[in-house]
């Protein structure tokens, strides 16, 4: 093996730019695009969050929080509401119309991920996740 394809850092950024360019023409017909999907996924599975920890959980820059959630509240996928016990703080939640919007999305990037790893049978697409886990969270978070 030579050149660029001996360098496993560049494989993963051209699989990066590959799987984000699928993904956010699946996204397209909903106007959404992956940083709008990261962020309603993660909303899923919590009962609404703080926009720093939206900043945290995500790795995005706080600005670019604040510019995704006005995206998704003018689309009525979220809510700002005051936050539990600190009516100072504002926390962002899924509306319903997001969870809906999620569903179709997580169908749509499951097509994707289908296209990607077509070359894998299953035992290898779960290995690739697990390792992938790893090198992703490599302390287990």
């Not at 699928?22 to 009962?47: C, Q």
């Not at 959980?57 to 009525?76: C, F, M, N, R, T």
């Not at 899924?94 to 296209?115: N, Q």
């Amino acid at each position: 093996m030579r050149g660029l394809h001996a360098d496993t850092g560049y494989l993963l950024y051209r699989l990066g730019l590959r799987s984000g360019r699928l993904f956010n023409a699946t996204l397209e017909e909903s106007g959404l695009r992956l940083r709008h999907y990261a962020l309603i996924r993660y909303l899923a599975t919590v009962d609404g969050a703080l926009q720093r920890e939206l900043s945290t959980q995500l790795g995005y820059d706080p600005s670019a929080i604040v510019s995704l959630v006005d995206d998704l509240e003018k689309l009525g996928l979220v809510e700002r509401r005051p936050a539990p016990g600190d009516r100072r703080s504002r926390i962002v939640v899924l509306t319903g119309d997001g969870l809906d919007v999620l569903r179709h999305t997580d169908r749509a990037g499951s097509r994707v991920t289908d296209e990607l790893l077509a070359t894998l049978d299953e035992a290898e697409r779960d290995t690739l996740h697990a390792l992938l886990l790893r090198v992703a969270e490599p302390d287990g978070h």
